[in-house]
């Protein structure tokens, strides 16, 4: 089984850009789709992108995601911070047998 | 409106069993997997179980394989999650989601084992 590893937390200030990294531990980061969840406290996940790029509609273009094989990681970057941005953030991705996520990353918008 | 509800989260002593229901409503719930995520308190994500559109294919944390089920109604839009052997350490906030994305979630519904 593969892992993903996140940044603990992160912090930027509003109207900033942040860029939150997950990286895989073996296996190729392009062999299955990542995905991205925001969870804020109290509430649900919510996918903020899907299929490595892909953002949902509602979901706001300063939100974007990519992957890059030579690091073997994804990426998910938020632009233009806003306060409600804060909330802790989620890789996933999967193989034949097998769901997992990163531990989180908290995102404190200061 | 594609909706997910879960439910039947409760307090059961540590050996127990307690089965976990998830309605889902707003898609084609036949056409798509669904899976079963959990939370504990003040900790990540970790998935649990998934099962595919039809059944026949079920996958599992090593951590549940072998004590909990997964299964669907596709006639009743429904998915369970029937947990034996509850431990200490299943204490957590179960969620229901759809498709290999986890496109939509529900809820979560509270399991606390304790004795």
């Known amino acids: 089984n593969f892992m993903l590893t996140q940044p603990h937390s992160v912090s930027e200030s509003p109207g900033k850009t942040v860029t939150i990294s997950c990286t895989r531990s073996?296996?190729?980061?392009?062999?299955?789709?990542v995905q991205w969840y925001q969870q804020r406290p109290g509430s649900s996940p919510i996918t903020v992108i899907y299929?490595?790029?892909?953002?949902p509609s509602g979901v706001p273009d300063r939100f974007s995601g990519s992957i890059d094989s030579s690091s073997n990681s994804a990426s998910l970057t938020i632009s233009g911070l806003k306060t409600e941005d804060e909330a802790d953030y989620y890789c996933?991705?999967?193989?034949?047998?097998?769901?997992?996520f990163g531990g989180g990353t908290k995102l404190t918008v200061l | 409106e594609v909706q997910v509800v879960d439910s039947g989260g409760d307090l059961v002593q540590p050996g127990g069993s307690l089965r976990l229901s998830c309605v889902a409503s707003?898609?084609?719930?036949?056409?798509?997997?669904m899976q079963w995520v959990r939370q504990a308190p003040g900790k990540g994500l970790v998935w649990v179980s998934r099962?595919?559109?039809?059944?026949?294919?079920?996958d599992y944390a090593d951590s549940v394989r072998g004590r909990f089920t997964i299964s669907r109604d596709n006639a009743k839009n429904t998915v369970s999650l029937q947990m034996n052997s509850l431990r200490v350490d299943d204490t957590a906030v179960y969620y229901c989601?759809?498709?290999?994305?986890?496109?939509?979630w529900g809820q979560g519904t509270l399991v606390t084992v304790s004795s």
């Open positions: 996933q991705s999967y193989d034949s047998s097998n769901v997992v």
């Open positions: 073996s296996g190729s980061i392009a062999s299955n789709y």
């Open positions: 989601a759809r498709d290999v994305s986890l496109d939509n």
């Open positions: 707003g898609f084609s719930f036949s056409s798509f997997w």
């Open positions: 099962i595919n559109h039809d059944g026949t294919t079920t």
């Open positions: 299929e490595d790029k892909q953002r």
